[in-house]
């Protein structure tokens, strides 16, 4: 029996992560069970309890990265200020990122979802949206964050709302519409927040 060091086991524990996330945002949390997750990865069923206690385990750990890996790639990466709102808006609200659900917001494909798990993926999911918000707060109000922080998760929850129902549309001039009238939308309440 081959024996592998701590090393392949964080590696193989990041890839279960990585590919649930993805498979979580495209088939939902329900609707992934442990074997397509497992197989995913390329292992299996049998390998998933050396990595974590439950599914639930997994869902929370995977939703906690979900939005970290958000908060690197898109929010900390965007200009400062006004440039980086609107950057931040146009992308989410785009229809390349409607079309990416695997590699998308897990905001838009998973809110319904993560409302009605358990405390500790409410929990985890809170946590990490809150880092992405703090990060648009930052562009909001650059001088005082937290007093934009309640701004930003309505914009944040504004955007998830518009891309869901683009998702959902089989109409596809009247969901691309839709993200613009989003696009518009948003930025408009940037622009009246700034005046207050």
Not at 96 to 114: F, K, T, V, Y
């Amino acid at each position: 029996m081959v024996r592998y060091g701590k090393e392949h086991k964080s590696e193989t524990r990041r890839r279960i992560i990585e590919r649930a996330g993805r498979r979580f945002k495209q088939d939902g949390i329900d609707g992934s069970g442990v074997s397509t997750l497992m197989k995913d990865a390329g292992l299996t069923n049998g390998a998933f309890y050396a990595h974590f206690a439950s599914k639930d385990d997994l869902v929370t750990t995977a939703i906690a990265d979900q939005l970290k890996v958000q908060a690197e790639s898109v929010v900390a990466l965007a200009a400062p200020g006004r440039a980086g709102l609107e950057q931040i808006v146009r992308g989410y609200l785009s229809p390349q990122h409607r079309e990416m659900l695997g590699d998308g917001c897990p905001n838009a494909a998973l809110l319904d979802e993560i409302g009605r798990c358990a405390e500790t993926t409410r929990q985890a999911y809170t946590d990490g949206v809150l880092i992405l918000v703090e990060g648009i707060a930052e562009r909001m109000a650059p001088d005082d964050p937290s007093s934009a922080r309640v701004k930003a998760l309505s914009l944040l929850g504004q955007m998830a709302g518009t891309l869901q129902l683009s998702r959902a549309l089989t109409d596809s001039r009247l969901a691309n519409e839709l993200l613009d009238q989003g696009v518009d939308n948003a930025l408009a309440l940037l622009d009246a927040w700034q005046r207050v």
